[in-house]
Each structure stands twice: as C-alpha cells, then as structure tokens.
C-alpha cells in the first residue's frame, strides 16, 4: 500500500516509478556570506590530525582505561593505537 502523495504522483522533489525512486537535488540555501565566513573562519583554525587531537585528549581525560580488550578486559597498551 503506497501513500496517497505516491500514487497521486505528488511527491515533492521525488518521483517513484518501475524503475525506482528518483530524488530531485538539493539546492544550496546557505547564504554567500555564511558561506564566505565559513572559509574563513576555517582558513585562522590550524590544521589538526585527528589521532594528535585525540592523543592531547587522552592526555587530559585518560579516556582510553574505559576501553577495554573485549575478550580479556585490559586496557590498552599504547593509546595512540
């Protein structure tokens, strides 16, 4: 049983046919200037490695000890793996 909207073929944005669900494409609503601040806030932000930030992480919250080995329930032996 299809939704009225389906078979009534009013969708908004999307078709359902035998050949499958057609999906229109989004439009961009995010203003230039958002856009342009966005840039260039992340142009100032510096470069980071995930595994550096969650290693600095580690160093504040020892997080890891939380993370046990499934089968023997011990911590890790080197955090940064």
Do not use: C
Not at 4 to 19: K, R
């Amino acid at each position: 049983m299809l939704p009225p909207l389906v078979v009534a073929g009013e969708l908004p944005d999307a078709q359902i046919s035998t050949a499958g669900l057609k999906i229109s494409p989004l439009v961009n609503v995010v203003p230039e200037a958002a856009s342009q601040l966005n840039r260039d806030v992340n142009a100032r932000l510096p470069h980071v490695k995930i595994t550096d930030l969650l290693l600095e992480v580690d160093r504040w919250t020892q997080f890891p000890r939380h993370f046990t080995h499934l089968k023997s329930s011990t911590p890790p032996r080197d955090p940064a793996l």
